[in-house]
């Protein structure tokens, strides 16, 4: 099994950073990609950013210049930077892990955590 717990959420002004990690644990290997989702109340779960073990990294484009994915392999956990945060960015942020190959890979979610951009 694959556990991802997240933590670093929480509510910041307008213009403000905070940090989210994902720390894996369990079966975890091998490791296709991890990243990061969000969701809004009535809206569809999005990608946010990933960043592969190949190293690649994709962003959204509505984040890309203010949020930086980054990874530990040491500590198998991943971070996500979230710069000059916005009203728009207020969801529930989910750790996503890409469990295999890129010819086949099982998905992973942690629990969520809230982050809320508000004056």
């Known amino acids: 099994q694959v556990q991802l717990v997240e933590s670093g959420g929480g509510l910041v002004q307008p213009g403000g950073s905070l940090r989210l990690s994902c720390a894996a644990s369990?079966?975890?290997?091998?490791?296709?990609?991890m990243g990061w989702y969000r969701q809004s109340p009535g809206q569809q779960r999005e990608l946010v950013a990933r960043?592969?073990?190949?190293?690649?990294?994709e962003y959204a484009d509505s984040v890309k210049g203010r949020f930086t994915i980054s990874r530990d392999n040491a500590k198998n956990t991943v971070y996500l930077q979230m710069n000059s945060l916005k009203p728009e960015d207020t969801a529930v942020y989910y750790c996503?892990?890409?469990?295999?190959?890129?010819?086949?890979?099982?998905?992973?979610w942690g629990q969520g955590t809230q982050v809320t951009v508000s004056s």
């Open positions: 960043i592969f073990t190949s190293g690649r990294i």
């Open positions: 369990g079966n975890i290997f091998p490791i296709y990609v």
């Open positions: 996503h892990e890409g469990k295999g190959t890129a010819y086949y890979n099982s998905d992973y």
